[in-house]
Protein backbone atom coordinates (compact mmCIF):
# COMPACT_ATOMS: atom_id res chain seq x y z
CA UNK A 1 0.00 0.00 0.00
CA UNK A 2 0.63 3.71 -0.56
CA UNK A 3 0.07 6.64 1.05
CA UNK A 4 0.74 9.40 -1.44
CA UNK A 5 2.52 12.60 -1.67
CA UNK A 6 2.33 15.46 -4.03
CA UNK A 7 6.42 14.16 -4.88
CA UNK A 8 5.73 10.46 -5.65
CA UNK A 9 9.35 10.19 -4.53
CA UNK A 10 8.69 11.09 -0.98
CA UNK A 11 5.46 8.85 -0.87
CA UNK A 12 5.26 6.31 2.06
CA UNK A 13 5.07 2.53 1.62
CA UNK A 14 3.28 0.87 4.58
CA UNK A 15 3.40 -3.04 4.46
CA UNK A 16 0.44 -5.47 5.62
CA UNK A 17 1.37 -5.61 9.30
CA UNK A 18 2.07 -1.86 9.45
CA UNK A 19 5.19 -1.95 8.98
CA UNK A 20 6.26 1.89 7.73
CA UNK A 21 8.76 2.38 4.70
CA UNK A 22 9.63 5.99 4.71
CA UNK A 23 11.60 8.00 2.30
CA UNK A 24 15.35 8.59 2.80
CA UNK A 25 16.25 11.16 0.36
CA UNK A 26 18.80 9.15 -1.75
CA UNK A 27 16.74 6.68 -3.59
CA UNK A 28 15.67 3.98 -0.89
CA UNK A 29 12.41 3.10 1.64
CA UNK A 30 13.27 1.97 5.11
CA UNK A 31 11.26 0.81 8.02
CA UNK A 32 12.60 2.33 11.56
CA UNK A 33 9.46 2.99 13.14
CA UNK A 34 9.22 -0.36 15.85
CA UNK A 35 5.61 -0.33 15.56
CA UNK A 36 2.67 -2.68 14.31
CA UNK A 37 -0.70 -2.93 13.54
CA UNK A 38 -3.56 -5.31 15.37
CA UNK A 39 -4.95 -6.51 12.00
CA UNK A 40 -3.48 -6.96 9.07
CA UNK A 41 -3.82 -3.90 6.54
CA UNK A 42 -5.79 -3.32 3.40
CA UNK A 43 -5.40 -0.22 2.20
CA UNK A 44 -3.97 3.31 3.02
CA UNK A 45 -4.29 6.78 2.76
CA UNK A 46 -3.85 10.27 3.62
CA UNK A 47 -6.25 12.67 5.71
CA UNK A 48 -5.63 15.94 4.32
CA UNK A 49 -3.22 17.40 1.73
CA UNK A 50 -0.73 15.43 -0.29
CA UNK A 51 2.25 17.45 0.78
CA UNK A 52 5.14 16.14 2.32
CA UNK A 53 8.21 17.86 2.82
CA UNK A 54 9.54 15.96 5.23
CA UNK A 55 8.71 18.25 8.15
CA UNK A 56 6.43 16.63 10.98
CA UNK A 57 3.74 18.09 12.32
CA UNK A 58 2.32 18.20 16.43
CA UNK A 59 1.54 14.66 15.99
CA UNK A 60 4.57 14.09 14.58
CA UNK A 61 2.94 12.85 11.47
CA UNK A 62 4.07 14.31 8.12
CA UNK A 63 3.10 17.97 7.36
CA UNK A 64 1.20 17.30 4.33
CA UNK A 65 -1.10 15.12 5.88
CA UNK A 66 -2.27 12.09 8.43
CA UNK A 67 -1.60 8.76 7.33
CA UNK A 68 -4.26 6.75 7.85
CA UNK A 69 -5.14 2.93 6.75
CA UNK A 70 -8.02 0.41 7.33
CA UNK A 71 -7.21 -3.07 8.69
CA UNK A 72 -10.52 -5.81 9.09
CA UNK A 73 -13.26 -3.34 9.29
CA UNK A 74 -10.77 -0.94 12.06
CA UNK A 75 -9.34 2.53 10.67
CA UNK A 76 -6.04 3.53 12.31
CA UNK A 77 -3.80 6.89 12.05
CA UNK A 78 -0.35 7.28 12.52
CA UNK A 79 1.77 9.18 14.57
CA UNK A 80 5.08 9.45 15.34
CA UNK A 81 5.37 6.74 18.21
CA UNK A 82 3.23 4.27 16.18
CA UNK A 83 -0.14 3.53 15.27
CA UNK A 84 -3.71 3.88 17.30
CA UNK A 85 -7.49 3.06 16.33
CA UNK A 86 -9.95 5.89 15.36
CA UNK A 87 -12.98 5.94 16.99
CA UNK A 88 -16.07 6.33 14.60
CA UNK A 89 -19.05 4.35 15.83
CA UNK A 90 -19.92 2.40 18.67
CA UNK A 91 -20.49 -0.45 16.71
CA UNK A 92 -19.93 -1.54 13.09
CA UNK A 93 -17.23 -2.20 10.92
CA UNK A 94 -15.55 0.31 8.76
CA UNK A 95 -14.20 1.42 5.27
CA UNK A 96 -11.38 3.62 4.22
CA UNK A 97 -12.75 5.25 0.62
CA UNK A 98 -10.24 5.57 -2.06
CA UNK A 99 -9.42 9.07 -3.76
CA UNK A 100 -7.26 12.34 -2.97
CA UNK A 101 -8.95 12.60 0.38
CA UNK A 102 -9.45 10.13 2.89
CA UNK A 103 -13.07 9.43 3.77
CA UNK A 104 -14.25 7.08 5.87
CA UNK A 105 -17.90 4.69 6.61
CA UNK A 106 -19.60 2.65 9.23
CA UNK A 107 -22.71 1.31 7.78
CA UNK A 108 -24.95 3.92 6.25
CA UNK A 109 -22.49 6.84 8.20
CA UNK A 110 -20.05 8.60 6.11
CA UNK A 111 -17.25 10.47 8.36
CA UNK A 112 -14.09 12.99 7.41
CA UNK A 113 -10.76 12.00 8.60
CA UNK A 114 -9.46 15.81 8.25
CA UNK A 115 -12.45 17.29 9.86
CA UNK A 116 -13.01 16.80 13.56
CA UNK A 117 -15.64 17.63 15.80
CA UNK A 118 -14.94 17.37 19.52
CA UNK A 119 -11.91 15.57 18.92
CA UNK A 120 -13.51 12.68 16.35
CA UNK A 121 -13.78 12.33 13.02
CA UNK A 122 -16.71 14.77 11.70
CA UNK A 123 -19.98 12.93 9.97
CA UNK A 124 -20.47 14.25 7.16
CA UNK A 125 -24.21 12.28 5.68
CA UNK A 126 -26.14 9.22 6.41
CA UNK A 127 -26.69 7.29 3.26
CA UNK A 128 -29.78 5.64 2.13
CA UNK A 129 -27.86 2.10 2.27
CA UNK A 130 -24.73 0.72 4.02
CA UNK A 131 -21.88 2.05 2.24
CA UNK A 132 -19.78 -0.33 0.72
CA UNK A 133 -17.20 1.96 -1.42
CA UNK A 134 -15.98 5.72 -1.28
CA UNK A 135 -14.01 8.11 -3.99
CA UNK A 136 -13.33 11.04 -2.66
CA UNK A 137 -11.30 14.21 -4.67
CA UNK A 138 -10.62 17.62 -3.54
CA UNK A 139 -13.57 18.69 -3.60
CA UNK A 140 -16.12 16.21 -4.81
CA UNK A 141 -17.73 12.93 -2.92
CA UNK A 142 -19.05 9.86 -4.29
CA UNK A 143 -20.25 6.90 -2.49
CA UNK A 144 -21.66 3.88 -3.78
CA UNK A 145 -24.76 1.34 -1.69
CA UNK A 146 -26.00 -1.90 -3.00
CA UNK A 147 -28.49 0.11 -4.23
CA UNK A 148 -26.38 2.51 -6.73
CA UNK A 149 -24.14 5.23 -6.57
CA UNK A 150 -24.39 8.87 -4.72
CA UNK A 151 -22.69 12.25 -5.07
CA UNK A 152 -22.14 14.52 -1.75
CA UNK A 153 -23.76 17.77 -2.35
CA UNK A 154 -24.57 20.86 -0.16
CA UNK A 155 -24.50 18.15 2.71
CA UNK A 156 -27.01 15.60 0.64
CA UNK A 157 -26.18 12.12 -1.23
CA UNK A 158 -27.79 12.60 -4.91
CA UNK A 159 -28.38 9.67 -6.56
CA UNK A 160 -26.45 9.06 -10.22
CA UNK A 161 -28.73 7.03 -11.52
CA UNK A 162 -26.96 6.78 -14.74
CA UNK A 163 -23.65 4.99 -13.65
CA UNK A 164 -24.55 0.79 -12.70
CA UNK A 165 -23.89 -0.44 -9.65
CA UNK A 166 -20.97 -2.72 -8.43
CA UNK A 167 -18.44 -0.92 -10.12
CA UNK A 168 -14.65 -0.63 -8.33
CA UNK A 169 -15.08 3.15 -7.06
CA UNK A 170 -11.46 4.50 -7.94
CA UNK A 171 -12.22 8.55 -6.90
CA UNK A 172 -14.99 10.97 -7.21
CA UNK A 173 -14.19 10.92 -10.79
CA UNK A 174 -13.45 7.27 -11.82
CA UNK A 175 -14.61 3.79 -11.00
CA UNK A 176 -13.42 0.61 -12.54
CA UNK A 177 -15.71 -2.02 -14.33
CA UNK A 178 -14.40 -5.41 -15.80
CA UNK A 179 -14.04 -3.86 -19.97
CA UNK A 180 -12.61 -0.40 -18.57
CA UNK A 181 -12.74 2.82 -16.88
CA UNK A 182 -16.39 4.69 -16.37
CA UNK A 183 -16.01 8.38 -15.95
CA UNK A 184 -18.76 9.11 -13.37
CA UNK A 185 -19.15 12.28 -14.47
CA UNK A 186 -20.08 11.39 -18.21
CA UNK A 187 -20.71 7.70 -17.85
CA UNK A 188 -18.17 7.22 -20.36
CA UNK A 189 -17.16 3.26 -20.83
CA UNK A 190 -13.09 3.41 -22.02
CA UNK A 191 -12.17 0.00 -22.82
CA UNK A 192 -9.06 -1.59 -21.54
CA UNK A 193 -6.09 -2.94 -23.56
CA UNK A 194 -6.74 -5.77 -25.08
CA UNK A 195 -4.83 -9.01 -22.78
CA UNK A 196 -4.30 -6.75 -20.10
CA UNK A 197 -5.51 -7.39 -16.66
CA UNK A 198 -5.82 -4.16 -14.32
CA UNK A 199 -4.96 -4.39 -10.45
CA UNK A 200 -4.74 -1.82 -7.85
CA UNK A 201 -5.75 2.21 -9.62
CA UNK A 202 -5.63 5.66 -7.95
CA UNK A 203 -6.86 9.13 -9.06
CA UNK A 204 -3.63 12.12 -9.72
CA UNK A 205 -4.30 15.18 -8.44
CA UNK A 206 -4.89 16.80 -12.13
CA UNK A 207 -7.74 14.22 -12.44
CA UNK A 208 -6.52 11.81 -14.56
CA UNK A 209 -6.63 7.63 -13.74
CA UNK A 210 -3.89 5.54 -13.35
CA UNK A 211 -4.02 1.53 -13.19
CA UNK A 212 -1.53 -1.01 -12.97
CA UNK A 213 -2.12 -3.51 -15.87
CA UNK A 214 -0.26 -7.32 -16.00
CA UNK A 215 0.16 -8.83 -19.13
CA UNK A 216 2.30 -11.92 -20.50
CA UNK A 217 4.88 -9.32 -21.11
CA UNK A 218 5.01 -8.07 -17.65
CA UNK A 219 3.63 -5.01 -15.52
CA UNK A 220 2.62 -1.61 -17.45
CA UNK A 221 1.21 1.95 -16.09
CA UNK A 222 -1.89 2.60 -18.00
CA UNK A 223 -3.07 6.37 -17.79
CA UNK A 224 -6.12 7.67 -18.54
CA UNK A 225 -6.42 11.53 -18.94
CA UNK A 226 -8.82 13.55 -21.80
CA UNK A 227 -10.10 10.29 -23.24
CA UNK A 228 -6.79 8.69 -24.15
CA UNK A 229 -5.02 5.78 -23.14
CA UNK A 230 -1.21 5.28 -22.58
CA UNK A 231 0.75 2.47 -21.47
CA UNK A 232 4.09 2.91 -19.92
CA UNK A 233 5.77 -0.94 -19.43
CA UNK A 234 7.87 -1.15 -15.98
CA UNK A 235 9.99 -3.81 -16.95
CA UNK A 236 9.24 -6.39 -14.29
CA UNK A 237 6.79 -8.79 -13.00
CA UNK A 238 4.84 -9.34 -9.70
CA UNK A 239 2.29 -8.43 -8.26
CA UNK A 240 1.53 -4.24 -7.47
CA UNK A 241 -0.46 -3.67 -4.40
CA UNK A 242 0.09 0.41 -4.55
CA UNK A 243 0.25 3.23 -7.26
CA UNK A 244 1.12 6.82 -7.19
CA UNK A 245 1.75 9.65 -10.07
CA UNK A 246 2.41 13.38 -9.46
CA UNK A 247 1.95 16.27 -11.64
CA UNK A 248 5.37 16.20 -13.18
CA UNK A 249 4.79 12.79 -14.17
CA UNK A 250 7.02 11.06 -11.89
CA UNK A 251 5.41 7.66 -10.51
CA UNK A 252 5.86 4.95 -7.57
CA UNK A 253 4.84 1.14 -7.88
CA UNK A 254 4.86 -1.05 -4.37
CA UNK A 255 4.97 -4.39 -4.70
CA UNK A 256 4.32 -7.16 -2.81
CA UNK A 257 7.54 -8.72 -2.46
CA UNK A 258 8.98 -5.35 -1.27
CA UNK A 259 10.06 -4.06 -4.37
CA UNK A 260 9.47 -0.51 -5.19
CA UNK A 261 9.46 0.46 -8.61
CA UNK A 262 9.95 4.62 -9.51
CA UNK A 263 10.11 6.75 -12.88
CA UNK A 264 11.60 9.55 -13.54
CA UNK A 265 12.81 11.76 -16.45
CA UNK A 266 15.60 8.82 -16.64
CA UNK A 267 12.67 5.74 -17.00
CA UNK A 268 12.14 3.34 -14.82
CA UNK A 269 14.48 2.18 -11.60
CA UNK A 270 13.52 -0.98 -8.97
CA UNK A 271 14.82 -0.89 -5.24
CA UNK A 272 14.16 -3.01 -2.49
CA UNK A 273 12.81 -1.92 0.87
CA UNK A 274 14.72 -1.89 3.79
CA UNK A 275 15.09 -2.38 7.71
CA UNK A 276 16.76 -0.40 9.93
CA UNK A 277 16.86 -0.80 13.92
CA UNK A 278 15.95 2.16 15.96
CA UNK A 279 18.64 4.02 17.55
CA UNK A 280 19.75 2.82 20.72
CA UNK A 281 18.25 4.59 24.07
CA UNK A 282 20.80 6.41 26.01
CA UNK A 283 20.72 4.79 30.17
CA UNK A 284 22.14 2.21 32.07
CA UNK A 285 22.53 -1.09 30.76
CA UNK A 286 20.02 -4.07 31.98
CA UNK A 287 20.14 -5.48 35.04
CA UNK A 288 22.43 -8.93 35.12
CA UNK A 289 21.79 -11.44 37.97
CA UNK A 290 24.58 -12.16 40.24
Not at 141 to 161: D, M, Q
Amino acid sequence: MVAPAQDARKAVVIGPNGEVYEPNGTGAWVHKLASSTANILVAAGRAGATVDRGDRGADGGPVGGTIVALGEGVVYRLAANGWSAIRLAQHGTAILGAGVRSLAAVGRQLFALDQLTGGEPTRLALAPGNIVAIGAGAKAVVVATEAGVWRLEGGKLVALRSVPAHLRIVSDRWAIADRGAVDLTTTKLTGWPSGVTIGVAAATSDDALVAIGESRAGLELVTLRHGKLERDPLGITGTAVGVVVDRAGRALVALSDGRIALRDQSGWTTTQVTDEPPAEHPGPAPATSP
